[in-house]
């Protein structure tokens, strides 16, 4: 399963633990170095929380995902 843009996580925290034994879960996010609102308030919320828990997010695969400049 992919998760685009999981803002602060509230879907990865029910969606990876169940994907953890039978499936994988994938998010694409924002790039830490972005100066979009509010990807940038987001991004370090949401790694953080992969990094604080990380037997619980031990499966989760991260990518970046971002718009193209107009």
């Given at each position: 399963m992919v998760?685009?843009?999981p803002s602060g996580g509230w879907y990865t925290e029910i969606l990876a633990p169940y994907l953890n034994d039978s499936g994988q879960y994938i998010t694409a996010s924002y790039d830490l170095?972005?100066?979009r609102q509010p990807f940038v308030r987001f991004a370090p919320i949401f790694l953080n929380k992969l990094?604080?828990?990380?037997v619980l997010?031990?499966?989760v695969r991260h990518g970046i995902f971002?718009?193209?400049d107009r």
């Open positions: 998760e685009v843009w170095n972005t100066d990094a604080e828990y990380p997010y031990s499966n971002e718009l193209p």
